[in-house]
């Protein structure tokens, strides 16, 4: 879905948009959309302090996803949840992402990265809404916070029932040792 920068009023203008992402990562089933995602918003033309020649514009808003399903961490079980994410993002266009002359590689400051860059007058809303639902997801998702996981000598979800696995929780280098306490 494109916002087309030329039909932007000066006044800007309200965005509320389902936007369908593309399945691209099947391979990697990080997770799973049942349904469009919704940017909500509001776009307006922003003047720069160090480039007043640049037309920059300034989305305000939300992306919503209602239905995303994910894989818990530790027993490996698909849960829904929702994401919810505010963004406050400035455009520039894609001619001003160039290294400047004498620069040394440096790691990016907080303003910096609520820049992204648009082209041909256009800013893809898919693009800005799969990147939020990416960076939303939790490094590690748990269906509940008190997940007991997979068992790592069977493999059943202990959630759901109990196995009879017996573990010896003794690490083999610390035996020696052990065996001394048992005398």
């Not at 893809?124 to 748990?142: N, T």
Request: one cysteine or more; glycine letters at 4%; a negative charge.
């Amino acid at each position: 879905m494109l916002v087309d920068l030329h039909q932007v009023p000066a006044e800007g203008q309200a965005v509320d948009k389902a936007v369908h992402l593309p399945e691209d990562n099947a391979e990697r089933q990080e997770f799973w959309l049942g349904g469009a995602v919704r940017v909500i918003g509001h776009i307006s033309r922003t003047d720069l302090a160090e480039d007043r020649d640049a037309r920059a514009f300034r989305l305000l808003g939300r992306v919503v996803a209602d239905h995303l399903e994910l894989a818990c961490d530790r027993c490996l079980a698909r849960f829904e949840t929702t994401v919810r994410e505010d963004l406050d993002l400035l455009f520039l266009p894609q001619s001003n992402n160039v290294a400047r002359a004498g620069e040394d590689d440096r790691g990016l400051d907080q303003n910096e990265l609520l820049v992204s860059f648009y082209r041909d007058d256009r800013i893809d809303l898919s693009h800005i809404a799969w990147e939020q639902i990416v960076l939303a997801i939790p490094m590690k998702p748990l269906c509940t916070p008190d997940c007991k996981g997979l068992c790592p000598d069977c493999g059943l979800n202990r959630n759901v029932a109990s196995c009879s696995c017996v573990r010896d929780d003794v690490d083999p280098r610390w035996k020696v040792l052990n065996d001394l306490l048992d005398l």
